[in-house]
């Protein structure tokens, strides 16, 4: 029985149909071409002698790759990939798009969220070629992080280390001990340096923290930002400056 192909899909179907029964794709059956007859067919034209030139066309340079096409192939000199703060490893990403990605070093796969799962970037340069000068580097901008009382100036440093804020804490505890802030808990907030940015965490059991005038959640992770207030148990209050 004889059969229509579909040119779209390849699919054999059965002859009469109009449409194809896999991918809907519009058939027209090809018009039967009688085989042409001994007469009909060309004979090939006589051999000629050859003219040979003196000197061959110079061989024309290969195509390179558009940028498009570098880009897709991943051939850009960029490279993303993101950092587990649980298990410390790097893992490398096709692209800043993406939203998920596999950690091999605690075998979980986690979601991009842009805040504590960021994509970094780094720019893979290229070879200067000799005597090229190399262009001038700038130094990138500091992030250091220091909360200033905005009724004394007293100044707190927090190292990149980490630590905590309070009465006894490792940051503030001279401050809030000679003033007698008894509401400031002892350990009150959290504070470490997690890839590239500070991130605050409210752990005091018995008095509130207040960020940005928004109440924390006890050991919520929180996005410190240069210029934003941060409030103690409704008593201190420290603006806190990155840079």
Known sequence: MASIRCPQCGYENPEGSVICDICAET?????????????????????????????????VSPVTESSSQQAASGET?????????ESQAKTIV????????????????????GFLWQIEVSEETAPSAPGATAPQQTAPGSDDLWLEEI????RIDIAKTGGTLGRYGNFGSEFFLSHNMHTVSGEH?????????????????????????????????NLLEDGKLLVLANTVTLRVHIG
């Open 77 to 85: 000199g960029r490279q993303y990939y993101v950092f587990c703060p």
């Open 94 to 113: 096709k692209n800043g798009e993406v939203t998920r990605f596999y950690c091999e070093g605690c075998h979980i796969e986690h979601d991009i969220d």
């Open 151 to 154: 009724n004394t100036g007293f």
């Open 189 to 221: 907030c959290r504070i470490t340096y997690e890839y590239g940015s500070w991130v605050l965490r409210h752990i005091s059991r018995t008095n509130s923290t207040h960020y940005n005038g928004v109440s924390l959640t006890r050991e919520e992770p």
């Open 27 to 59: 058939l027209v059956k090809a018009p039967e071409v009688p085989a042409p007859t001994a007469a009909e067919i060309p004979q090939p034209a006589p051999m000629h002698a050859m003219n040979v030139p003196d000197r061959l066309p110079e061989q």
